[in-house]
């Protein structure tokens, strides 16, 4: 299929530009890598229609630069599960059918997100009976203003189609301190009240017996020296389970002693900050976050 840090669709896709109006630039074959394809046209979407630019251009005669007349069918397009996309379908054409389909995992870090958006297309558009997951917006007209002079998208269809907001990946840190900094007293469990797994299924739930460990060393052989931060992960440079919640709003938080000794300064719950970097040091860390 690809690395980590590639989308995938299968079926035939074409991302087309301005520069080619009404044809088809590149095409992916089914399980082809897009990332190729998605370097050279517009990184952040999985598919293209369109130019997002003033290369685009309409004057209703043979110089209209707004490629149309498409029909996406029965496509699966998603970002990444854990990465996520900025896009999964930039609509910048006109005459154009998204019909059938499933477009998921569309999330991003510190910027919106949809399953289908564009601002740059005069429209008569038709979307219906589609899965759309956005995590900002699962469809979107506008929201930026179109390089097109005087552009107004009308005659646009929306109908039968499944909205949905992906699940959204936190990372747990605590920072604890082990009673003379000894591996005995260095270990908590936590429960949430509404957790889930990356598949949605209940998981580490108050009231039940599962939980998520956090061990303050990285290895049984490890030292310790006063406050640090760890996260659920167990050994050098594991890092931890992403946590994820069924439902948005406020967590209840259930933090149980497995190893006497520990105490516990801060707990974080990071979606993009502190998703991938830890909030201070392991050892010796002086390093408070301070509340949003």
Known sequence: MGSAIHSWVTGVVYLLAATAAHGATIAVPAGGDLQAALDAAQPGDVITLGANDSTQTIDHGPDDQVPYAFILDRLYVHGDPELGQKRGIALHSRDTTI???WVSDCKAIGQEAQAIGGFNGPGNYVIENNYLEGSTQ????????????????TA???RHNHLSKPLVAYHLWVRGKADRDKRVNDAV???????????????????TTLATDVNLADCNGCHLSGWGWQDNGWGRNVVGPAIYFEQPGAQTI???????????????????????????????????????
């Open 99 to 101: 019909v059938n389909s």
């Open 138 to 153: 699962s469809f979107l007209l506008g929201g930026a203003d179109p390089p097109i002079q005087g552009l107004v998208t």
């Open 156 to 158: 646009v269809v929306f």
């Open 189 to 207: 469990m936590v429960q949430f009240s509404g957790s889930v797994d990356a598949a949605g299924a209940p998981a580490y739930r108050i009231g």
């Open 254 to 292: 259930r933090v149980q002693v497995k190893e006497d000794g520990f105490s516990i300064d801060q707990i974080v719950l990071s979606a993009e900050t502190f998703l991938t970097v830890a909030p201070g040091a392991l050892k010796n860390d002086t390093m408070i976050v301070p509340r949003d």
